[in-house]
């Protein structure tokens, strides 16, 4: 994949130091966040695509950070830019069309947008691995699954076959595939999706990994199998002290993985703070429309709100919020300038002039102003 890094870039921070998403956390104060170096720090990230004449800013300055152990959970509706965040860490985007055009991608200090094809080929599949969403079309149609894990075994462990078949069954059994010997014999069809995904969870685990991507692995399951795979990578990345870079676009998945959430629109972080606190108390009115998005349990007349409008093209990308069109706390001053991440209150930060007070809920229609406590208009907007 092209790599053409702007001037901008030497502006960045280090990729070892820490950034503005890198605060908060639900399980280690900000202390210790500072004293545990990150596994992955993405400053200021530009993937474009080059299609004619037009230029799809598809990650728009993204910055990410991921201690080991932590899993952060990147949310956002299809087509805001998570997956091609991801693909640009580890150089999957498909060159041409992709370049990435600035920033810095550090794991474990180490930029790799400087770093060789050759380098990029160690860490991949190595210490960095990749869970796919689709598993039938991430495990080849013509070999068994244990040949499969195997082979990426061998990839990066010098293993003769029968010490790599071995750890391959370990694998599956690790993953809590029954019956590993006869899985291994088995191709990818004849497998149910829930254990193709563990298999595909088995590969990623294969060279002991330091940063998991796991790009939105639960999707095409049903609701049981899901909640096992992600007990499952719950588990193991606890165990094995793994960093989780985990990409859904369910608020729910979210709840029961990620330490820290970063939501993402039109490629760029509008909103990031742990858990806890995005889920109870957002700041970003886009992440509260994501949140009354999802179902509760034991509420069946509930009101679920769907975001009104759609994403802008991110050819032709507004000034100011790109969020402004859908938004029902917009002012004239959304719509212009440059609006900054920042810091709103206790962990949380977001990219909104006027964000949403702890607790504040939007009004189920998104033309009617939210109005203060003595039931006066905010912003000045009639009710």
Same mark, same amino acid.
């Given at each position: ?15 070892? #130091? ?17 004293? *545990?170096?990150? $596994?992955?720090?993405?400053? #200021? ?11 799809? @800013? ?12 932590? +899993?952060? /959970? ?16 580890? /150089?999957? *985007?498909?060159?041409?069309? #992709?370049?990435?055009?600035? /920033? @810095? ?24 691995? &990749?869970?796919?969403? %689709?598993?039938?079309?991430?495990? &080849? ?22 010490? =790599?078949?071995?750890?391959?069954? %370990? ?21 149910? #999706? /829930? ?8 590969? =990623? ?47 729910? *998945? ?20 742990? $858990? =806890?606190?995005?889920?109870? @108390?957002?700041? &970003? ?6 949140? %009354? +998005?999802?179902? *509760? ?36 001053? +959304? ?9 709103? @209150? ?5 990219? +909104?002039? &006027? ?5 504040? =809920? ?22």
């Amino acid at each position: 994949m092209d790599r053409t890094e702007t001037s901008a870039a030497a502006d960045l921070p280090p990729c070892g #130091g820490d950034a503005r998403q890198g605060r908060g956390g639900s399980s280690r104060s900000d202390k210790d966040d500072q004293s *545990v170096h990150p $596994t992955l720090a993405v400053r #200021g990230l530009e993937t474009q695509f080059h299609i004619g004449q037009s230029v799809y @800013r598809a990650s728009n300055g993204v910055d990410l950070t991921i201690r080991p152990g932590e +899993c952060l /959970g990147l949310v956002g509706e299809s087509g805001s830019g998570k997956s091609v965040t991801a693909m640009s860490i580890m /150089g999957l *985007v498909p060159s041409p069309p #992709g370049v990435i055009a600035g /920033g @810095r991608i550090g794991f474990k200090g180490e930029d790799l947008t400087d770093a060789s094809n050759a380098r990029i080929r160690q860490l991949r599949g190595g210490a960095v691995s &990749h869970v796919f969403q %689709d598993p039938l079309a991430t495990l &080849h149609p013509l070999f068994s699954v244990g040949d499969q894990i195997v082979e990426a075994i061998r990839a990066h462990q010098s293993l003769s076959t029968r010490e =790599a078949d071995a750890k391959a069954r %370990d694998l599956l059994d690790l993953v809590r595939v029954p019956n590993a010997a006869q899985r291994m014999k088995a191709l990818p069809h004849e497998l149910s #999706g /829930g254990l193709r995904q563990r298999v595909s969870i088995a590969m =990623a685990l294969a060279n002991d990994p330091e940063l998991i991507i796991a790009d939105e692995p639960t999707t095409a399951l049903d609701v049981t199998v899901q909640a096992e795979v992600l007990r499952l990578l719950d588990g193991l990345r606890r165990d094995r002290n793994t960093a989780v870079l985990f990409i859904t676009h369910d608020f729910g *998945v979210v709840s029961e993985i990620a330490d820290r959430v970063a939501v993402m629109y039109a490629g760029r972080i509008v909103e990031t703070g742990p $858990t =806890a606190e995005i889920l109870t @108390r957002p700041a &970003h009115p886009y992440t509260r429309m994501l949140i %009354d +998005c999802v179902p *509760v349990m034991g509420e069946p007349g509930r009101r679920l709100d769907a975001v009104p409008g759609r994403p802008p093209a991110v050819n032709r990308l507004p000034a100011g919020c790109a969020f402004a069109d859908r938004c029902p706390r917009v002012e004239s001053d +959304c719509r212009r300038g440059e609006i900054p991440l920042e810091e709103k @209150r206790g962990n949380l930060e977001a990219r +909104c002039l &006027h964000p949403l007070e702890a607790g504040e =809920a939007l009004s189920g229609d998104v033309r009617t102003a939210a109005t203060t406590s003595d039931g006066t208009p905010r912003h000045g907007r009639s009710a």
